[in-house]
Nanobody, 124 residues
Framework: QVQLVESGGGLVQAGGSLRLSCVAS????????VGWFRQAPGKEREFVAT???????DYADSVKGRFTISRDSVKSTIYLQMNSLKPDDTAVYYC??????????????????WGQGTQVTVSS
């Protein structure tokens, strides 16, 4: 059974940094595309970042240059390093894995496995 568990969220001041982690069991990250999504109160879930099986990355325009997604295959962990955080980054952040690597990577519907989410709150 596949399980994804996020951690690393918290409260941070604007301009600060956080690193989110997503640990997988029952699934090998290097064989699947993995994405980070977020959902703020009253808003739809939105794409944040993704890393492909081959290690290629892509980001939403709103986080490009501030966030970095990476993978540690030995630890079966995906990271999201978030720098220069803004109040608009406040949301629950979810990691997700695409079982069939079928994409499109920016759509949540393309992903089959989801974590429970971790709250990120950025104060102004």
């Amino acid at each position: 059974q596949v399980q994804l568990v996020e951690s690393g969220g918290g409260l941070v001041q604007a301009g600060g940094s956080l690193r989110l982690s997503c640990v997988a069991s029952g699934l090998t990250f290097r064989r699947h595309r993995v994405g980070w999504f977020r959902q703020a109160p009253g808003k739809e879930r939105e794409f944040v970042a993704t890393i492909s099986r081959g290690g290629l990355t892509d980001y939403a325009d709103s986080v490009k240059g501030r966030f970095t997604i990476s993978r540690d295959s030995v630890k079966s962990t995906i990271y999201l390093q978030m720098n220069s955080l803004k109040p608009d980054d406040t949301a629950v952040y979810y990691c997700a894995a695409d079982r069939d690597n079928s994409g499109p990577y920016y759509l949540g519907a393309a992903y089959d496995y989801w974590g429970q989410g971790t709250q990120v709150t950025v104060s102004s």
